[in-house]
């Protein structure tokens, strides 16, 4: 990868919502995992209106580690949100997006930049879901409504770790607020044509800390937002709508 003038060649973005218990250990792994490598890098985060001491231990890990730059504003505004202002502050040439409770190993990236050859798009999928059965079982719905809905074929489009070209995730809309986020970005760089490929990533036990989502609220919500997403598209490829 060749830099552009106050680029770097890799971006790690993430949301970061209460993650006080687990936020240090995370950030200090990514750190491990990006040292060795010979590109050049940075980690983005957002936190997401923390009212722990998210914000505190950023602000510290950001003083011993100068590639890590945070944005933080109150209140919570949800994961989509956190996620595309965590993009939009990025710079990097490629974005690669995960979530920052430990569930995504950011090793895996190796194996996605080498599918990413000549692509502008890699959507990770969960080769095992570490889970409980209540979001297996919601990940699976949203998969068979993503296939009916927007005939997209992917295994796994909610995965959060994908691999972006950046300008391309920069130009991003995101308006989901919470849970499809990752199927709302995986839908409109298809739509928008985007060169894309799959490659399996590990999921794994939440280190710390709890998950945010509720069960049935969320899966409302979804199917909400689907629905909606549904018709803009429509919309798009009419040429009513200008962007996505």
């Known amino acids: 990868m060749n830099s552009l003038a106050g680029q770097v060649d890799l971006s790690v973005v993430a949301p970061v919502y209460n993650e006080a218990e687990g936020i240090e250990e995370v950030v200090r792994y990514w750190v491990k995992v990006l040292q060795p490598c010979e590109f050049t890098y940075e980690i983005v985060l957002a936190n997401d209106g923390s009212t722990d001491a998210t914000e505190d231990i950023l602000g510290r890990l950001q003083t011993e580690f100068p590639f890590l730059r945070y944005v933080s504003y109150k209140p919570n505004r949800g994961y989509g949100y956190a996620l595309g202002s965590a993009i939009q502050a990025s710079s990097g040439q490629i974005v690669v997006t995960l979530d920052s409770d430990g569930q995504f190993d950011l090793a895996d990236v190796h194996k996605l930049l080498q599918t990413y050859q000549n692509l502008d798009f890699v959507t990770g999928y969960r080769v095992k879901k570490a889970d409980n059965l209540f979001r297996v079982l919601a990940d699976r719905g949203v998969n068979l409504l993503v296939r009916s809905l927007f005939h997209v074929s992917l295994r796994d489009t909610n995965c959060a770790m994908k691999l972006i070209r ?65 018709k803009r598209l429509k919309l798009y490829k009419a040429g009513i709508l200008n962007t996505l």
């Open 166 to 230: 950046g300008d391309l995730a920069r130009n991003l809309i995101v308006e989901a607020t919470g849970y499809p986020t990752p199927t709302e970005i995986t839908v409109k760089l298809v739509a928008l044509g985007a060169r894309t490929a799959e490659e399996g990533v590990q999921h794994l036990e939440r280190l710390k800390g709890q998950s945010k989502l509720k069960f049935l609220r969320t899966s409302i919500s979804s199917f909400r937002f689907l629905l909606y997403l549904r």
